[in-house]
């Protein structure tokens, strides 16, 4: 399986410029096509309208990642373009969108590209094509998580892709912010959904936000809830909230094993000198991890694409962030009932699984351990539909 930290195949998000802004990169997965040529040999796109507060003349849609090397996006008729410089208009910014149509469902087709599908329901999406470190044009994306860049004040939300020739690999992500019910259907040797969420889901989750002390700040009127990682860097979350959860556990495992099992076999680690070692397959080790390493997933829980510390990093981080990485030694649980049973927990995430109709969510970035992301993939696709659900 492709984990989503996989998933873009390079779409590797960095801070890009003072708004927060985020810059995405130009490589692309192994298969995928060269730019510049038409989408209709690509997959049937179904974009389904069920806000019930937006008609489709209202909703604009945004198809932009990499292909073949390039920063590239959809056109409205269907052609897949490089991204360039004289794209930008008057105002900064370069006009990407794909109207819907006029009623009814939307048909389009989705080229051979790794991206992310972005809908805006209340005003356009700015997407400002800058020089990336070598001089390519690179996309600054939306980051509307912070109250400074001009996606802020917009309605909006995206699904994220990999279309290649090894299949369909897709999610519903979470990871940044929750506004737009999105939900995806792939259908192919499989009909599978991820994404759906139980009637009145959206309301549900900003209400118990709201009265989750320390995630109150979070809810974004009734525009967004942020993800707790980037609340943090915005002075709008606690740095240290985690902070007494992780030394809890990092006291617990000095003079105890913890045993994680991944794909190379059982690891067994102890506490000493304040990082936490294993052995086993291989010796990998992690030092005490902040509030933002486990949020972000990211520090001290960096996941390398190794075999080894990555899925060892991956589990820990899904431990800390469902609160059950000290009362069970051996990692991975997979039994949902055991999540965020602590006061002190990732109550963002928790909310977000509480109203998936099937459980899944893509939280937190390490929430594909044990399978419980909003992702699916198909090696041999024959549709995909994108429905926007009820505000």
């Known amino acids: 399986?492709?984990?989503?930290?996989?998933?873009?195949?390079?779409?590797?998000?960095?801070?890009?410029?003072?708004?927060?802004?985020?810059?995405?990169?130009?490589?692309?997965?192994?298969?995928?096509?060269?730019?510049?040529?038409?989408?209709?040999?690509?997959?049937?796109?179904?974009?389904?309208?069920?806000?019930?507060?937006?008609?489709?003349?209202?909703?604009?849609?945004?198809?932009?990642?990499?292909?073949?090397?390039?920063?590239?996006?959809?056109?409205?008729?269907?052609?897949?373009?490089?991204?360039?410089?004289?794209?930008?208009?008057?105002?900064?910014?370069?006009?990407?969108?794909?109207?819907?149509?006029?009623?009814?469902?939307?048909?389009?087709?989705?080229?051979?590209?790794?991206?992310?599908?972005?809908?805006?329901?209340?005003?356009?999406?700015?997407?400002?094509?800058?020089?990336?470190?070598?001089?390519?044009a690179a996309l600054q994306y939306p980051a509307g998580w912070v109250d400074t860049d001009a996606s802020s004040d917009v309605l909006h939300d995206c699904a994220e892709f990999t279309y290649n020739d090894s299949g369909m690999f897709c999610n519903t992500t979470m990871v940044d912010m929750f506004s737009v019910p999105l939900s995806i259907r792939l259908t192919g040797a499989k009909d599978q959904t991820a994404g759906e969420l139980r009637?009145?889901?959206?309301?549900?989750?900003?209400?118990?936000?709201?009265?989750?002390?320390?995630?109150?700040?979070?809810v974004v009127g009734d525009k967004r809830v942020i993800a707790p990682g980037h609340g943090l860097d915005g002075g709008l979350f606690a740095a240290d909230y985690l902070d007494g959860a992780v030394a809890e556990v990092w006291d617990h495992y000095t003079g105890r094993d913890l045993k994680v099992t991944t794909n190379a076999g059982t690891f067994t680690g102890r506490v000493s000198g304040d990082r936490l070692a294993f052995t086993g397959p291989a010796e990998v080790s992690f030092g005490r991890p902040s509030t933002r390493d486990v949020l972000f997933c990211d520090g001290a829980l960096a996941a390398p694409n190794d075999g080894t510390t990555g899925p060892v990093a991956a589990i820990l981080g899904a431990g800390l962030n469902r609160s059950v990485l000290r009362s069970h030694p051996e990692q991975p649980v997979t039994d949902p009932a055991a999540f965020y049973q602590e006061a002190i927990t990732n109550h963002y995430a928790r909310a977000l699984h509480e109203v998936s109709a099937d459980g899944r969510a893509y939280g937190f970035a390490f929430d594909d351990v044990a399978g419980f992301a909003s992702y699916i993939e198909d090696g041999a696709p024959s549709g995909f539909t994108l429905t926007i659900g009820p505000l």
């Not at 802004?21 to 796109?45: E, H, I, M, N, Y």
């Not at 009637?199 to 979070?218: I, M, P, Y």
């Open 199 to 218: 009637a009145g889901a959206r309301e549900t989750v900003f209400a118990d936000l709201r009265e989750t002390e320390g995630f109150s700040r979070l």
């Open 1 to 136: 399986m492709i984990s989503r930290r996989k998933l873009l195949g390079g779409l590797a998000a960095g801070a890009a410029a003072s708004t927060g802004a985020v810059l995405l990169s130009g490589r692309t997965p192994a298969g995928a096509a060269q730019a510049g040529r038409k989408a209709a040999d690509g997959l049937p796109l179904t974009v389904v309208n069920k806000t019930g507060a937006f008609d489709n003349s209202s909703i604009r849609l945004y198809i932009v990642g990499n292909e073949g090397g390039r920063q590239v996006r959809v056109t409205p008729d269907g052609e897949v373009a490089p991204v360039a410089l004289g794209d930008n208009g008057a105002g900064g910014a370069a006009d990407y969108a794909i109207p819907l149509a006029s009623s009814g469902d939307t048909r389009l087709t989705l080229p051979r590209m790794s991206g992310r599908i972005y809908v805006a329901l209340d005003g356009e999406l700015p997407f400002k094509v800058v020089q990336d470190g070598n001089g390519a």
